[in-house]
């Protein structure tokens, strides 16, 4: 089920990293998400929750280029 589910959204995924496309990561990470939560509900499992990323990983980086 699991690569049924998510092969195609991880492709994308990998995909839009390779192009080096912020909106197409964003689309595809979307996908590849609500994948996850389809599959976990259709194993009775609503419970789990995959949601998008609401803070960085990072909070104490800033990665914007630095000003000249």
């Known amino acids: ?3 049924s589910t998510v092969a ?7 995909r839009a990293i390779k192009l080096k ?4 990561f964003t689309a595809a990470y979307g996908q590849l998400t609500a ?4 599959c ?10 995959i949601q998008l990323p609401t803070v960085s990983s990072f909070p104490d980086q800033d990665f914007r280029p630095a000003a000249k």
């Not at 994948?35 to 389809?38: F, I």
Request: aromatic share 4%; glycine share 4%; charged share 15%.
């Open 21 to 24: 496309d912020p909106g197409e």
């Open 40 to 49: 976990h509900l259709s194993y009775d499992q609503a419970a789990i929750v």
């Open 8 to 14: 195609q959204p991880l492709a994308a995924v990998e």
């Open 35 to 38: 994948s996850c939560n389809a």
């Open 1 to 3: 089920m699991i690569s």
